[in-house]
């Protein structure tokens, strides 16, 4: 089978220009024309490519590589093998992200899968939907009444895209996603299977049964979102669930009504916040972390994964464990259950 790239680079740039892109320094000595055909990882690259070095633990990987430059920390410059240019920046991944987007634009926003412009003939659009030049609706989407969708932003197929939503700017909604009671900003990134502003998961529970609990809120994601694959966020019940800018959701991930997302905010895979939680700026759920309800976690908070948080975090602090407790707190106890089963300990429940 021939090999088939889904992301060609669109550029060949000399050296000189990846280092101007991400603000790198190129070694006096090194050859500032030559040029780059492609990036690569350590163990795979070639003498034309153009690889990184973020992490100590890969510097055999780097001694060895057969890259033709690399973008790494001064620290590290020395030990790049002769051949490989090294380009000197404080922040090789960020660097790297920063080169690759200028050489694969197609992969840094989902774009049509049809490669079409404008509103297919396959979908349906309610007649009192707003739609800006450049949207791209694709077969089988649907726009519903009163919608509004800025210029640049894809509509992929079979989205369904519900009453008087808002959709901002140049942002992209997956195949299969659904949207309803959402106010979207610019830049908004949502990949397929997403279901956004269903009902929250409201009921006044009794010996009678479960009474249903209206949910009248609205979802407000803010600029500059990115939403994984899969991921559910319930609308308000009596106020509004709010995303904050800039905050990125990894696939499968649960949040659920009237909570409050701050900005930079990262949430990895199968993490689950439970309603009227609030999560403050630049805090970091690790996966299948699990928040409780009515909880406060602090800005730039980190929570390890698979932890299960029943009381609020302050601002700064690093917590894990189920229960949760600080970090430092729960490794103590792993450290002693470790050494309880080794037979450490004696009957009486103390040190040998």
């Known amino acids: 089978m021939a090999k088939i790239r889904f992301f060609p680079s669109c550029a060949?740039?000399?050296?000189?220009?990846v280092a101007s892109w991400c603000g790198a320094a190129l070694a006096s000595e090194a050859d500032?024309?030559?040029?780059?055909?492609d990036v690569a990882a350590l163990d795979q690259a070639g003498p034309g490519d153009l690889t990184f070095l973020d992490n100590s633990k890969y510097l055999d990987a780097f001694r060895s590589t057969r890259a033709a430059a690399a973008l790494v920390a001064p620290r590290h410059a020395e030990s790049a093998p002769a051949g490989c240019v090294a380009l000197l920046t404080r922040e090789p991944y960020r660097a790297m992200a920063m080169v690759m987007a200028k050489l694969y634009p197609?992969?840094?926003?989902?774009?049509?899968v049809f490669h079409d412009t404008g509103v297919s003939p396959a979908a349906f659009v309610h007649p009192s939907a707003r739609l800006e030049a450049g949207v791209v609706v694709e077969p089988g989407a649907v726009i519903g009444r009163g919608a509004e969708i800025g210029g640049g932003t894809t509509?992929?197929?079979?989205?369904?895209?519900?009453?008087?939503?808002?959709?901002g700017r140049d942002g992209a909604v997956g195949a299969s996603t659904t949207i309803v009671a959402a106010l979207i900003g610019d830049r908004v990134i949502i990949h397929p299977g997403a279901h956004i502003g269903q009902d929250g998961f409201g009921f006044a529970l009794g010996p009678r049964g479960h009474l249903k609990v209206p949910q009248i809120g609205r979802v407000i994601i803010q600029d500059d979102v990115e939403i994984g694959a899969g991921v559910t966020i319930d609308r308000g019940a009596n106020r509004d669930t709010v995303i904050g800018e800039g905050t990125k959701i990894d696939n499968l991930v649960q949040i659920g009504h009237n909570v409050l997302i701050g900005r930079h905010a990262v949430l990895v895979s199968q993490s689950g916040v439970s309603?009227?939680?609030?999560?403050?700026?630049?805090?970091?759920?690790g996966g299948q972390a699990g928040i409780a309800g009515h909880l406060k976690i602090g800005?730039?908070?980190?929570?390890?994964?698979a932890a299960g948080v029943m009381t609020d975090i302050p601002a700064g602090e690093r917590w894990g464990g189920a229960p949760a407790k600080p970090i430092r707190e729960f490794f103590r106890e792993v450290a002693a259950v470790k050494q309880l089963a080794a037979g450490k300990f004696d009957d009486g429940g103390?040190?040998?």
């Open 12 to 17: 060949a740039p000399s050296l000189a220009e």
């Open 106 to 112: 197609g992969a840094v926003k989902p774009g049509s």
């Open 155 to 167: 509509i992929g197929p079979h989205a369904v895209i519900g009453p008087e939503v808002r959709i």
């Open 350 to 352: 103390k040190p040998d």
């Open 275 to 285: 309603g009227s939680s609030a999560i403050g700026d630049f805090a970091a759920l």
């Open 32 to 37: 500032a024309s030559r040029i780059i055909s």
């Open 299 to 305: 800005a730039g908070a980190q929570v390890a994964a």
